[in-house]
């Protein structure tokens, strides 16, 4: 039995005799590699969920405006700093928040700047411990209550003051 064409060359009756396999083969390699992620996301564990992190988020906001009162930590009584931030986490959140900045510091997960998200704490300092706190609402804003005879306020981590400090994030 002769499988050549008489009209093709020897070598063309070899390919249409592999083709079959070759079309097989092509059905059995591996699937192309994707590229890797260029940049995992930060993993830091979280007490809050998202759903929470938003919630602390809006009520901060809407509790700007409320007047400074040292040792202050209700709406109705004014806030200081870390007042405001027991008040809404407790609020918002059921979660318990230290009274005072330096318990603030050891509260949570440590967080790098390239992670920050709304919900999450920053707290200043001129190098040693820190002596203010807020909580990061996004697009490096964040709320908080900054000193006698002021209000609750939003501002800039890159604003002139503020900018000089020196942040550290933590995630409840």
């Known amino acids: 039995m002769n499988l050549r064409h008489p009209r093709l060359p020897r070598a063309c009756g070899v390919?249409?005799?592999?083709?079959?396999?070759?079309?097989?083969?092509?059905?059995?390699?591996?699937?192309?590699?994707?590229?890797?992620?260029?940049?995992?996301?930060?993993?830091?564990?979280?007490?809050?969920?998202?759903e929470q992190s938003q919630a602390v988020t809006v009520y901060a906001l809407g509790l700007v405006g409320t007047p400074y009162r040292y040792g202050g930590n209700t709406p109705d009584s004014g806030f200081d700093c870390s007042g405001l931030i027991r008040h809404v986490y407790g609020l918002q959140a059921g979660l318990p928040a230290p009274r005072t900045v330096a318990q603030l510091q050891g509260w949570g997960h440590a967080v790098p700047i390239e992670a920050l998200r709304t919900g999450d704490l920053v707290l200043f300092s001129k190098g040693g411990a820190p002596s203010h706190a807020g909580i990061y609402v996004g697009e490096g804003r964040f709320v908080h209550a900054p000193s006698t005879g002021?209000?609750?306020?939003?501002?800039?981590?890159?604003s002139g003051y503020w900018a000089q400090q020196q942040v550290a994030i933590r995630r409840p």
């Open 15 to 50: 390919f249409v005799l592999a083709l079959p396999w070759l079309l097989l083969a092509g059905c059995s390699s591996a699937p192309p590699r994707q590229a890797a992620d260029p940049q995992p996301a930060l993993a830091v564990p979280a007490a809050l969920s998202e």
């Open 150 to 158: 002021g209000q609750v306020r939003l501002d800039r981590l890159k």
